[in-house]
């Protein structure tokens, strides 16, 4: 019987550095420049990412 708790999605290294240049950056279009994306596909990241880490990580989801 395995008593531990089912692993969650891993969460990936190069989102964590895409979360980090959105908040370096104030936003999804000038990000997108510094990690070489769109910011459509920036966006889908950023909400993808909340999902798996369960919670919010923008005050405003407007500009996502």
Known sequence: MND????ADPI???DLAA???VARAGGLA???K???SSAPTLGRRMRELE???GRE???SLSWL
């Open 30 to 32: 000038a990000a997108a």
């Open 4 to 7: 531990r708790a089912p692993v």
């Open 34 to 36: 510094d990690v070489v």
């Open 12 to 14: 990936r290294w190069d």
């Open 57 to 59: 990580l923008f005050s």
């Open 51 to 53: 999902r798996r880490m």
């Open 19 to 21: 979360f980090l240049a």
